[in-house]
């Protein structure tokens, strides 16, 4: 069997909580792997989290404890703000490029074709703040893309967008990954961007965030996410996580949580 791309075995995470002077457990025992081209989605509820396994697995923050493994470069999108509002679309997509010391005529060769891929080819002058929501959502993944790691982290990166702009960039997200052979790993709280997205959804508990099931979608490739919303078993294995965040949530809500 090929060697996995991610490998995640027993992960804690905690943190020092000032205020009540003791430690949260943000993460507790997680383990997972993930085959190279695999597109994982975790999902989970506010806070359980998925952020902060998602900056483990980037290598901006470290764990407590357990082995983390990651094969190869990972480019990350975060969920807004991941662009800088000084510098053009083009200048941004290019940033990656520019950290590695490429000189500027070879960037603008390298950034065109990804600009075209995510529809900006027009806009590649323009500023962040003279661009809507979702053209600062592409051009992040466009810079992830010209960051080219073999491993694509992707924190709630349309998190933030309207349900149809949301739709659209899911679908080309889909057609981009299906061509790179990149592994993804996509943090959510929608079920239905999960089920829309992943070969494997990672459900994860109400803080401390655990494993709480592995669950294979049953889709095949390439998919077309309107069409797959008539598929009889998309509101079977929607059921089936909707259940699984519902029975947490029902036995990990604190005391202070339920109190009237
Ligand atoms: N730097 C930090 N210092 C202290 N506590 C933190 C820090 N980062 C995260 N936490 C805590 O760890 C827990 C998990 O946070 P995290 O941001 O990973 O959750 P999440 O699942 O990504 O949430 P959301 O879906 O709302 O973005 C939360 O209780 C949060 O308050």
């Given at each position: 069997?090929?060697?996995?791309?991610?490998?995640?075995?027993?992960?804690?995470?905690?943190?020092?909580?000032?205020?009540?002077?003791?430690?949260?457990?943000?993460?507790?025992?997680?383990?997972?792997?993930?085959?190279?081209?695999?597109?994982?989605?975790?999902?989970?509820?506010?806070?359980?989290?998925?952020?902060?396994?998602?900056?483990?697995?980037?290598?901006?923050?470290?764990?407590?404890?357990?082995?983390?493994?990651?094969?190869?470069?990972?480019?990350?999108?975060?969920?807004?703000?991941?662009?800088?509002?000084?510098?053009?679309v083009e200048?941004?997509?290019?940033?990656?490029?520019?950290?590695?010391?490429?000189?500027?005529?070879?960037?603008?060769?390298?950034?065109?074709?990804?600009?075209?891929?995510?529809?900006?080819?027009?806009?590649?002058?323009?500023?962040?703040?003279?661009?809507?929501?979702?053209?600062?959502?592409?051009?992040?993944?466009?810079?992830?893309?010209?960051?080219?790691?073999?491993?694509?982290?992707?924190?709630?990166?349309?998190?933030?967008?309207?349900?149809?702009?949301?739709?659209?960039?899911?679908?080309?997200?889909?057609?981009?990954w299906q061509?790179?052979?990149?592994?993804?790993?996509?943090?959510?709280?929608?079920?239905?961007?999960?089920?829309?997205?992943?070969?494997?959804?990672?459900?994860?508990?109400?803080?401390?965030?655990?494993?709480?099931?592995?669950?294979?979608?049953?889709?095949?490739?390439?998919?077309?996410?309107?069409?797959?919303?008539?598929?009889?078993?998309?509101?079977?294995?929607?059921?089936?996580l909707w259940?699984?965040?519902?029975?947490?949530?029902?036995?990990?809500?604190?005391?202070?949580?339920?109190?009237?």
């Open positions: 069997m090929a060697e996995p791309a991610i490998d995640v075995r027993g992960v804690w995470k905690g943190f020092h909580d000032a205020r009540r002077d003791q430690t949260v457990i943000a993460i507790e025992n997680f383990s997972f792997s993930a085959a190279p081209g695999e597109f994982i989605c975790v999902l989970g509820p506010s806070g359980c989290g998925k952020s902060t396994l998602l900056r483990i697995l980037a290598d901006l923050d470290t764990q407590d404890l357990g082995e983390v493994r990651v094969n190869g470069h990972a480019s990350v999108v975060f969920q807004e703000h991941g662009v800088f509002p000084w510098l053009s200048d941004n997509v290019g940033y990656p490029l520019k950290v590695r010391g490429v000189g500027r005529a070879e960037r603008r060769r390298r950034v065109a074709p990804l600009l075209d891929l995510i529809g900006l080819t027009d806009f590649k002058g323009a500023y962040p703040h003279q661009l809507s929501g979702g053209m600062r959502q592409r051009t992040s993944v466009a810079r992830a893309l010209a960051d080219d790691g073999e491993v694509l982290l992707m924190d709630e990166p349309f998190g933030a967008l309207d349900e149809q702009t949301r739709l659209v960039l899911q679908q080309e997200l889909l057609r981009i061509d790179s052979g990149k592994t993804v790993v996509f943090i959510t709280h929608s079920v239905d961007e999960a089920l829309t997205l992943a070969d494997r959804v990672l459900v994860m508990s109400a803080r401390p965030g655990r494993l709480l099931a592995d669950v294979a979608v049953p889709f095949g490739r390439p998919r077309d996410i309107l069409e797959l919303r008539r598929d009889p078993r998309y509101g079977e294995v929607t059921y089936e259940r699984l965040l519902r029975a947490d949530a029902a036995t990990s809500a604190s005391p202070e949580e339920v109190a009237p």
